[in-house]
């Protein structure tokens, strides 16, 4: 999911995001050294999602080879209603810039998707768009392994690969930014239809206008239920979830959280409390970048970033 209001549909979710977007201020790239690609802000986002859906500086260069210091490539994924154009455009460029091999890939497109409205699509489904694109980068690379940075049902979807298509092997660390792990209670909207009974009849809604993935996002779906019936971890992966207090998406915010194995949860006005970012806003957040970077390399204990450069609240 993308948008800041969940429960309005994707349809609504769009035309809200981009406005908030284009009204939003843009979000400045921390200090770097001169660089070969553009980091990109806000407005830079809102224009790759119109017209660049499916690109974005610093991703995709499948000439890339792996670094001794930088050897596991980085995957970025998507939330619902959002593109790899508008959710790489900051992030991509800043790991490219610092060494990393970083790729990106659209999923979940259906008949309402118009080419650039992704992450609509069957959750399971698109976790098998993802298992094919997580092997292609490895034959590219070399690497025996990933890392995957995903928004939203980006964060959530990659469970799926990971616990049901053998994706445990190919993952090292998993980073979650406010992923829909539990589900969402569409701020309490999930609640009231399931006890007036009309929960069903607004899933059936958004299936058929080529959804189906907001009601499997949704807290208690049958969905949700199988995938963390057999716990919320898998050995041999490292997850790491960072939410925002902030999050209108989400709801309650700990659902994002995963719980058991190697898995740590951060809030991110645990450690800066003055920090706005909403739930969009986490992939122009100058403390999530900071804590991103910090966990693909050096993973140091009890990192707290410098609490600066703030995302949007959207």
Known sequence: MRGHRFRRGFAAAVTAACT???????????????????????????GNFLFSPDAVAGANDWTCEPSGEHPVPVVLVHGTTSNLGFS????APILANAGYCVYGFNYGETFSSFGRVYGLGDVAESART??????????ATGAAQVDVI??????MMPNYYVKRLGGAARVRTMIGLAPTNHGTTMGGLVDIARSMNVLGL???????????AYPQQEEGSDFQNA??????TVPGVRYVTIATAHDTTVTPLTNSFLHGGDSTNILVQDLCPDDPVGHSGLWFDGP???IILNALGPDT?????????????I
Not at 301 to 313: I, K, L, S
């Open 288 to 290: 999530v970048t900071q």
């Open 301 to 313: 204990p009890g990192f707290r970033p410098q609490c600066t450069d703030y995302g949007p609240n």
């Open 130 to 139: 993802m298992s094919a694109f997580v092997q292609r980068v490895l034959d």
């Open 227 to 232: 995938l963390f019936a057999d716990g919320d």
């Open 20 to 46: 908030a977007l284009c009204a939003g201020t843009a979000s400045a790239a921390p200090a770097v050294a001169e660089t070969a690609h553009p980091v990109g802000d806000l407005t830079t986002a809102v």
């Open 150 to 155: 995903g928004n939203s049902q980006g964060g």
């Open 88 to 91: 790489g455009a900051r992030l």
């Open 202 to 212: 607004v899933n059936d809604a958004f299936r058929f206008v080529g959804a189906p």
